[in-house]
C-alpha cells in the first residue's frame, strides 16, 4: 500500500516494487494503472512494476505507464531451471487468469493461489474461509499442509508450456521489439 510504499522511501529505499492486482503471491488489489499513477505522485525514483505479466508486450505496457521496470514471477516458475515440482509447472501451463485464486487462508495476507492446488489439498476453493492473520500460528506441523498450495498470478494465461529461461527471455525479447516497433508506428 502506499503508506507503506512512503515508509519505506523515507528509509532511503533505492526503489520500489509495485505489486498489481493480479499478481503471484501476496497480491495487489489495485489496477496496475491506478496503482503506477498514485506512486508516481510521491515517487519518482526507480519503480518496479509486478502482476499479470508474462509477454514482451507487458513489459512496454509496463514503461508506457511510468513504470522503469516489469517483474514477472509465474513466468518464471514454469521454466525448466525452476525448482518447482513437474506438477506445478504442468499447472501453470494448463491454467487460465479464472483459475487464480485470491485468498488470505494461508498465510493470514491476502495472495493469489492457483484452484487446482487448493483442490487438490481437499478445500473448495469457491468456499474459502477468511483467517485473520493475528491468529494464525506458523509454528505447528498443520502448516507443513499448505507448501503444496502453489501460488500464481494471473499471467497463467499466457503460459501455454515449460521451456527454458533462454528460451523464455528470447520470446520476451522478440515481443518486446514487436509491441514497441507496433506502437512506433501509430499515427
Same mark, same amino acid.
Given at each position: 500500500? &502506499? %503508506?507503506?510504499?512512503?515508509?519505506?522511501?523515507?528509509? $532511503?529505499?533505492?526503489?520500489?516494487?509495485?505489486?498489481?492486482?493480479?499478481?503471484?503471491?501476496?497480491?495487489?488489489?489495485? #489496477?496496475?494503472?491506478?496503482?503506477?499513477?498514485?506512486?508516481?505522485?510521491? +515517487?519518482?525514483?526507480?519503480?518496479?512494476?509486478?502482476?499479470?505479466? #508474462?509477454?514482451?508486450?507487458?513489459?512496454?505496457? %509496463?514503461?508506457? !505507464?511510468?513504470?522503469?521496470?516489469? *517483474? !514477472?514471477?509465474?513466468?518464471?516458475?514454469?521454466?525448466?531451471?525452476?525448482?518447482?515440482?513437474?506438477?506445478?509447472?504442468?499447472?501453470?501451463?494448463?491454467?487460465?487468469?479464472?483459475?487464480?485464486? *485470491? #485468498? &488470505?487462508?494461508?498465510? $493470514?495476507?491476502?495472495?493469489?493461489?492457483?484452484?487446482?492446488?487448493?483442490?487438490?489439498?481437499?478445500?473448495?476453493?469457491?468456499?474459502?474461509?477468511?483467517?485473520?492473520?493475528?491468529?494464525?500460528?506458523?509454528?505447528?506441523?498443520?502448516?507443513?499442509? +499448505?507448501?503444496?498450495? +502453489?501460488?500464481?498470478?494471473?499471467?497463467? #494465461?499466457?503460459?501455454?508450456?515449460?521451456?527454458?529461461?533462454?528460451?523464455?527471455?528470447?520470446?520476451?525479447?522478440?515481443?518486446?521489439?514487436?509491441?514497441?516497433?507496433?506502437?512506433?508506428?501509430?499515427?
Amino acid at each position: 500500500n &502506499n %503508506a507503506f510504499a512512503k515508509k519505506a522511501i523515507e528509509k $532511503g529505499a533505492d526503489g520500489l516494487i509495485a505489486v498489481a492486482a493480479g499478481a503471484g503471491g501476496h497480491a495487489g488489489m489495485m #489496477s496496475p494503472f491506478a496503482l503506477i499513477t498514485e506512486v508516481r505522485k510521491f +515517487w519518482d525514483g526507480p519503480l518496479i512494476l509486478s502482476g499479470a505479466m #508474462s509477454k514482451g508486450e507487458h513489459i512496454v505496457a %509496463a514503461l508506457a !505507464m511510468g513504470a522503469d521496470m516489469a *517483474y !514477472m514471477g509465474t513466468r518464471f516458475i514454469a521454466s525448466q531451471e525452476a525448482k518447482a515440482s513437474q506438477a506445478y509447472k504442468d499447472s501453470l501451463v494448463s491454467s487460465q487468469a479464472s483459475d487464480i485464486i *485470491y #485468498s &488470505n487462508l494461508f498465510t $493470514g495476507v491476502h495472495g493469489n493461489y492457483l484452484r487446482s492446488s487448493i483442490a487438490a489439498a481437499g478445500l473448495d476453493p469457491d468456499h474459502l474461509p477468511f483467517t485473520d492473520k493475528n491468529t494464525m500460528d506458523f509454528s505447528g506441523a498443520s502448516t507443513k499442509a +499448505w507448501r503444496d498450495i +502453489w501460488g500464481a498470478g494471473q499471467s497463467v #494465461s499466457g503460459i501455454d508450456s515449460v521451456e527454458s529461461v533462454q528460451d523464455i527471455v528470447t520470446q520476451l525479447a522478440l515481443e518486446f521489439t514487436q509491441a514497441k516497433n507496433k506502437l512506433c508506428a501509430l499515427p
